[in-house]
């Protein structure tokens, strides 16, 4: 496996559902981020993650959890989710740290979600 | 928030040239990406500028005046693999928060 995977690629959920999204990343990064994609909206930053501890967490409603066990892997725990939440939701990655140069984000597929 | 606007539609003809502009919000700017996102794909990096002026990677080129807040990307000889959204990103506050525009779906026809 190379760059950045996530599982599952499609999921359908029922609001009183939870579920895990799993993004795993190969490149030696040890920074990670959830986006969510809605159609017709731009990117949306939902959680950073920065050598393993959340750094940013824009307002995102609790019933999304983030996870990051090592700089390797990210989850986003979901349980009662709204109609509202279906969306793609992006992983991404890039090296460096703290306050050194930025350097490009490496996104994931994706996970096509639907809360039905 | 920062507000990034850009185009949400453009049309170019195959082996034209096009530019996508990008304007943004200047205060707390870091630095703007250039992403490209085919449709069901991820996005893929394709530049950036931190510095006043004309960043040249091969086809693609990538242009910034920092005190105007606004940015282009320079498309040449258009194929239609080129046909994606180009999603422009705003680098502000700390170095890890990247803020997007909405995307301009280019469509290059034959």
């Known amino acids: 496996e190379t760059g950045v995977t996530q599982t599952p690629r499609h999921l359908v959920m029922g609001m009183t559902n939870k579920k895990s999204l799993k993004c795993e990343q190969h490149?030696?990064?040890?920074?990670m981020y959830w986006y969510k994609q809605s159609a017709k909206k731009p990117l949306e930053l939902m959680f950073v993650?920065?050598?393993?501890?959340?750094?940013e967490n824009n307002s995102v409603p609790s019933r999304f959890s983030p996870e990051c066990p090592n700089s390797s892997h990210l989850f986003l725990h979901l349980h009662t989710l709204q109609p509202e939440d279906s969306a793609l939701y992006l992983c991404?990655?890039?090296?460096?740290?703290?306050?050194?140069?930025?350097?490009?984000?490496?996104f994931g597929p994706g996970t096509r979600l639907t809360v039905t | 928030g920062q507000n990034i606007d850009q185009p949400t539609e453009m049309t170019a003809t195959e082996g034209a040239i096009v530019q996508i502009n990008c304007t943004y919000q200047?205060?707390?700017?870091?630095?703007l990406f250039w992403y490209q996102q085919h449709a069901g794909e991820a996005p893929t990096f394709l530049s950036y500028?931190?510095?006043?002026g004309l960043e040249e990677k091969g086809r693609f080129s990538s242009f910034l005046s920092r005190s105007k807040g606004y940015s282009y990307l320079l498309l040449k000889e258009l194929q239609m693999k080129d046909s994606a959204s180009y999603l422009c990103?705003?680098?502000?506050?700390?170095?890890?928060?990247?803020?997007f525009g909405s995307g301009t779906q280019l469509t290059v026809l034959p």
């Open positions: 991404a990655s890039s090296q460096g740290s703290g306050t050194g140069p930025p350097y490009e984000q490496y």
């Open positions: 490149l030696g990064h040890n920074a």
């Open positions: 993650y920065s050598l393993e501890e959340r750094v």
């Open positions: 200047t205060s707390g700017f870091n630095g």
């Open positions: 500028n931190v510095l006043d």
């Open positions: 990103a705003q680098l502000s506050g700390s170095a890890r928060q990247l803020t």
